[in-house]
């Protein structure tokens, strides 16, 4: 089936710093990706609909410069956690979605990201 | 609004059967989907409803009323490998997805 790789799996930043978080469609071109965040048993919580060549549509509550989302190319998306703080700290995740709108969404493996 | 329940926790026997339920009020219908999802891991696609009635992939089946507004996913033969937590999303007019909470199942010997 179609692939979504994201990178990194893990990480550990200083609080104050940048992380930039990549999702990539391996076997398929993806004009929309969707980046969500997960709390410690939570359902997802979608942050952002990113759309290539244009910007992404960011969900009520979400701040857009502090969740950076470029969407340059048909495989590649990238969300920047800008000047992260401890309360950053979460599981993200994308996913592209196969086909139409009612296709199957493939997801990433999901980003670990521990703000200290 | 727009609102997925499904319920919080089950627990249920390895080699026994549980069946999830999952209802929705949604703004529009255009498909259900259930996920799988590990601890600690992202989720993986299970099964894809969008006409009534019941899907079956081996072990999991997943069944869909639109006038009841409700679907359940059903999984036979449980394995402790099942322990997961299992998501209820819709696709509504609009084509977005609204996420239930999802239900944590915990599979005993």
């Known amino acids: 089936g179609a692939v979504v790789s994201q990178h990194p799996s893990r990480v550990i930043c200083k609080s104050g710093t940048s992380v930039k978080i990549e999702c990539r469609s391996l076997?398929?071109?993806?004009?929309?990706m969707f980046w969500y965040r997960q709390f410690p048993k939570k359902s997802l919580m979608l942050m952002a609909t990113?759309?290539?060549?244009?910007?992404?549509?960011?969900e009520q509550g979400v701040e857009k410069d502090k969740f950076l989302i470029n969407h340059a190319s048909l495989t590649l998306s990238t969300l920047t956690v800008t000047s992260a703080h401890p309360e950053d700290s979460s599981f993200y995740i994308c996913?592209?979605?196969?086909?139409?709108?009612?296709?199957?969404?493939?997801f990433g493996e999901g980003s670990r990201l521990t703000v200290l | 609004g727009q609102n997925i329940d499904q319920p919080t926790e089950m627990t249920a026997t390895e080699g026994a059967i549980v069946q999830i339920n999952c209802t929705y009020q949604?703004?529009?219908?255009?498909?259900l989907f259930w996920y799988q999802q590990h601890a600690g891991e992202a989720p993986t696609f299970l099964s894809y409803?969008?006409l009534d009635g019941l899907e079956e992939k081996g072990r999991f089946s997943s069944f869909l009323s639109r006038s009841k507004g409700y679907s359940y996913l059903l999984l036979k033969e449980l394995q402790m490998k099942d322990s997961a937590s299992y998501l209820c999303?819709?696709?509504?007019?609009?084509?977005?997805?609204?996420w239930g909470a999802g239900t944590k199942l915990i599979i005993k010997p």
């Open positions: 949604t703004s529009g219908f255009n498909g």
């Open positions: 999303a819709v696709t509504d007019s609009n084509y977005q997805l609204i």
């Open positions: 996913s592209a979605r196969l086909g139409g709108d009612t296709g199957e969404l493939f």
């Open positions: 990113s759309n290539e060549g244009s910007k992404a549509t960011y």
């Open positions: 076997d398929f071109q993806a004009t929309t």
């Open positions: 409803n969008v």
